[in-house]
């Protein structure tokens, strides 16, 4: 397999990655505002790591974009 074989594969699985962790962070958001009365009445740090989790998918998201286009611009320079 060459380089260039090997970046398409690599972006190819990026792809269902960054689809996934999309997917994640809009349950996420949709299930912390749908039941918003409900976090009012749960203790203070199950909602503090459910905004939690949202962060950390959401910056999971930006890592996984950047890589993705550091391999695109390599890709374009081979």
Do not use: H
């Amino acid at each position: 397999m060459s380089r260039k074989e090997k970046i398409k594969e690599n972006l190819g699985n990026y792809n269902i990655y960054l689809a996934g962790l999309v997917n994640s962070l809009i349950a996420l958001i949709g299930f912390t505002f749908s039941t918003v009365s409900e976090l009012i009445k749960t203790p203070f740090w199950v909602s503090i790591m459910g905004f939690c989790g949202i962060f950390i998918v959401a910056f999971s998201i930006y890592l996984l974009q950047r890589k993705m286009t550091k391999l695109q611009d390599e890709l374009g320079g081979l």
